[in-house]
């Protein structure tokens, strides 16, 4: 049924991430796809002057974490290495997950996501943004 399962995840959401991987394990096994894990980092230059503390040097670490996260997941998801990768980038997790969903022939993305509260309502949440503007199949885990 499916190929190429998209996964978006915040390294800092262990529940969300933990839900969703479920479903993906699930999935993954019934079709035989491959799995993409992917995680945007906030652009560093937002947060951080160049004089205070250094861009690449703070982005370097932002991304050693999530890579070592991420790797992390991939070890403890039953599904074989060779069908699971993953993609770090640095900007909006929306743009940047819909872009790479393209680039890999994603024909599905999975989503964790918390309930919907005053906050997400008024800013939006990477999930409903995922979702508002995808071509693709969005399955949102909660």
């Given at each position: 049924?499916?190929?190429?399962i998209?996964?978006?995840?915040?390294i800092?959401e262990?529940l969300?991430?933990?839900?969703?991987?479920?479903h993906v394990?699930?999935?993954?096994?019934m079709?035989?796809?491959?799995?993409?894990?992917?995680?945007?980092?906030?652009d560093?230059?937002?947060?951080v002057?160049?004089?205070?503390?250094?861009?690449?040097?703070?982005?370097n670490?932002a991304?050693?974490k999530?890579?070592?996260?991420?790797k992390k997941?991939?070890s403890?998801?039953d599904?074989?290495?060779?069908?699971?990768n993953?993609t770090?980038?640095?900007?909006?997790?929306?743009?940047?997950?819909?872009?790479l969903?393209?680039?890999?022939?994603?024909?599905?993305?999975v989503?964790?996501?918390r309930?919907?509260?005053v906050?997400?309502?008024?800013?939006?949440s990477n999930?409903?943004?995922?979702?508002?503007?995808?071509?693709?199949s969005?399955?949102?885990?909660?």
């Amino acid at each position: 049924m499916y190929k190429t399962i998209l996964v978006p995840i915040d390294i800092e959401e262990d529940l969300l991430t933990e839900h969703a991987l479920q479903h993906v394990e699930y999935l993954a096994k019934m079709s035989g796809a491959r799995v993409h894990f992917f995680h945007a980092l906030p652009d560093a230059s937002a947060f951080v002057t160049a004089y205070s503390f250094g861009i690449k040097e703070f982005e370097n670490q932002a991304e050693v974490k999530a890579v070592d996260k991420l790797k992390k997941i991939m070890s403890e998801i039953d599904i074989p290495l060779d069908r699971l990768n993953y993609t770090i980038s640095f900007g909006s997790p929306r743009d940047q997950a819909l872009e790479l969903a393209e680039e890999i022939d994603a024909d599905l993305i999975v989503i964790g996501s918390r309930r919907p509260s005053v906050k997400t309502y008024l800013l939006g949440s990477n999930a409903a943004a995922i979702v508002r503007h995808a071509n693709i199949s969005v399955m949102v885990v909660r």
